[in-house]
């Protein structure tokens, strides 16, 4: 079956840095089209980036663009955000989806803080 396991998370001081995974399996990964979410405490859920089967397009939210990068390692059916310049708005449980399907994982915690 599907599964979409992230893991990276933790806690961080403002200005420093995180990588996020999202490790997948049950599904072809190298065409998928695969975002990044997230959810701030009383917060609606708000997309983060996205990037295309073959890595080639990526797109951001105008909140992290310049400070966040998406990729993808397709031979190990892997997504990741390098997340840098992490601010305290940066707070959230990030999340891995697959955009066709409509798939989350379970999310990881990020939390900037000093």
């Known amino acids: 079956q599907v599964q979409l396991v992230e893991s990276g998370g933790g806690l961080v001081q403002p200005g420093g840095s995180l990588r996020l995974s999202c490790a997948a399996s049950g599904f072809t990964f190298s065409t998928s089209t695969m975002s990044w979410y997230r959810q701030a405490p009383g917060k609606e859920r708000e997309w983060v980036a996205s990037?295309?089967?073959?890595?080639?397009?990526?797109n951001y939210a105008d909140s992290v663009k310049g400070r966040f990068t998406i990729s993808r390692d397709n031979a190990k059916n892997t997504m990741y955000l390098q997340m840098n310049i992490l601010k305290a708005q940066d707070t959230a449980v990030y999340y891995c989806f697959w955009r066709s399907r409509g798939y989350w994982g379970q999310g990881t915690q990020v939390t900037v803080s000093s």
């Open positions: 990037i295309t089967g073959t890595g080639g397009v990526t």
